[in-house]
């Protein structure tokens, strides 16, 4: 009367960044927003006609999609939306990467590509990045299967130039190149790969609302591309999940987007906190590169980054360590609130003077 | 520039019921319910707190799985959740169907098994149904990698007994026996296969919100069962996609499920608008088997089923027709309020008197 082990499918469950669930403690560990969503998320929440939960929701998301569309100057045909960019990207990997050739991505990246390509029998090929972090293009000039990394990446926060992304383009005409934006609202302006999408039908754009737009808790990704690529992903998309963001979700996703001005205030915000946790890392000794994501990566020569987690985590200050030789120096700190970041100083200042 | 089709997954999308836009209609063609959802979700969601946006959503669920626990009298480790019952058996499908046998399902049926099984690669053999649209058990003690059909089923609403179902998980006792219980609720006191699973550790029972708690909307849907098989359930999501459901899903559905008496009379409302439409379609002379979900599925011997569809649809009153060979003569017809009802009615006699 109980399954047989043959019938499982056998996974390594991936570890989330720990959600502490006691009250008093700082959350710099898994790159939320500090600030809530813009007012507008709120007003359309309350005004809600809970009488419509009752149908199903639009399969299409026409209300987001059209929103996306405008504020990034596409038409909606070339937007689509998803439950977080990991349902996207998860969708792009099923659409895109069929040729049976590997496809390529950086070894230090975002850890759920290589468990999308396991789950669905893609083969892959981890590239080094150089030693300062940064992607090689020239790496990616060999026949693969599709092109897949994050701008800025992470953890490393590091930024890559639109030259840099263009020559993987144009190394790269036959096969979908996607570029995962998750971070890229807090790069500054004429950074995202966006403005390259007139001259490459085979480029792909993903972006989250789980970051710069504060909205982690509503599960809402879009990819934007060229017509055809995103009617390849509506295919598949509508070939086996037709509902799947919710009612609450394109209302609100949709209100979030036209409230500009909210949007760019809070980006302006964190930047100015990342500056200043710049200058202090930069005080206390820690070396980075220059972060361009809502998170920095950090280490101090000398002292492992293990130290400082267990240390901080003692004062219920939470960030984020990678278990793994290339990353175990390391920390990765989401920007906060100022008064947050002046705390996480403070104790950081404390460890080091005890040692 | 532009992706070469070898890169593509091929699919044959998916066409889900229309979703007329205009104001003056009447929808029986979804199964969605007709009315709204308990008053207790419009005040959690007026009371939901937007600040928590910006936070991941508890990837566990745990609100509403406990309240789900509750209400189905099993632990909360014996309930999992997911974007709609659709996501939560697509997540089986990948979980418990890898031996790499056939699994078994009804030919008419519910759609989508088939093509979860193409997209997962899991080997299926579709099994005719008898005459009467009834499920033999005798077809399901073949070596197989697991069964799983809807009950009641679907177009036909048509129930079958819990002495039907436990035969066919005695004679598979070690692969994975799922029964799709969208439409239980619809089916009177004592119908579910819950009630076995005390005895039978490799069963697993679906439900979903999106009909009998009027929340498909919401895209909320769970699966209950052993300890033991939802553990592999949470590995395998876990390993890919940690956060799903989000913040307004886990809290309104809480707030649905607490809320018995609502749901009760909502399911009583519905059954005797069905008990009139039964009496109705048989007064016109339409022919059917019992209904035991929120739909009819009915024909008017020597009327193809094409001609009423349409003849409604000219009328604004939308019901669904399947254009296959075994389906064409019938029509399903969701059970909507009794208002809509005398009106589908109403236009039902007009087009036969004009025949």
């Known amino acids: ?25 700082i959350k710099l560990n898994t790159n939320e927003n500090p600030y809530p969503p813009s007012p507008e998320v709120e007003k359309t929440l309350v005004g809600l006609d809970a009488d419509k939960f009752r149908l199903y929701p639009d399969p299409n998301t026409g209300l987001l999609r ?14 689509f939306t998803g439950v977080g960019s990991d349902e996207v990207i998860a969708l792009c990997f099923q659409t895109y990467f069929n040729s049976g050739k590997p496809i390529l991505f950086p070894e230090i990246s975002y ?16 590239i080094p990045l150089k030693e300062d972090f940064s992607i090689d293009p020239e790496d990616y000039k060999v ?16 930024l890559e130039s639109l ?23 807090f790069a500054g302006e004429g950074t995202s790969a966006l403005a390259l999408l007139s001259k490459y039908d085979n480029l792909v754009v993903t972006q989250t ?36 963001l919710n009612y609450p979700a394109i209302v609100c996703g949709a209100a979030a987007v036209e409230d500009e001005e909210y949007f ?52 219920n200050i939470f960030v984020r360590h ?17 008064e947050e970041m002046e705390e996480l100083f403070r104790e950081i200042r404390a460890f080091l003077a005890e040692k």
């Open 1 to 25: 009367m109980s399954i047989s082990r043959d019938n499982l499918r056998n996974v390594t469950p991936y570890t989330p960044g720990e959600q502490p669930q006691f009250a008093k403690k």
């Open 66 to 79: 059209e929103a996306l569309a405008k504020r990034y100057n596409v038409t909606p045909d070339q937007v």
């Open 111 to 126: 850890s759920f590509y290589k468990v999308w390509a396991d789950i669905y029998k893609v083969p892959y090929k981890e």
């Open 143 to 158: 026949p693969n299967g599709g092109v897949i990394f994050p701008n800025p990446n992470a953890p490393t926060s590091r």
């Open 163 to 185: 030259s840099m992304i263009e020559e993987v383009l144009k190394a790269n005409p036959d096969v979908a190149v996607i570029i995962d934006e998750a971070y890229i609202d």
């Open 209 to 244: 609302f789980s970051k710069s737009r504060s909205m982690a808790g509503m599960r809402i990704g879009f990819a934007i591309a060229s017509r055809e690529m995103i009617s390849y992903l509506n295919d598949v998309k509508n070939s086996f999940n037709s509902y799947t």
């Open 264 to 315: 760019r205030s809070t980006i302006d915000r964190i930047i100015e906190t990342r500056d200043y946790a710049e200058k202090e890392f930069k005080d206390l000794g820690f070396t980075f590169s220059k972060p361009s994501a809502n998170f920095l990566f950090v280490k101090k020569p000398g002292v492992p980054g293990e130290e400082i987690f267990k240390y901080l985590r003692s004062k």
């Open 322 to 338: 990678f278990n793994t030789e290339k990353l175990k120096d390391y920390l990765r700190v989401t920007v906060g609130t100022r």
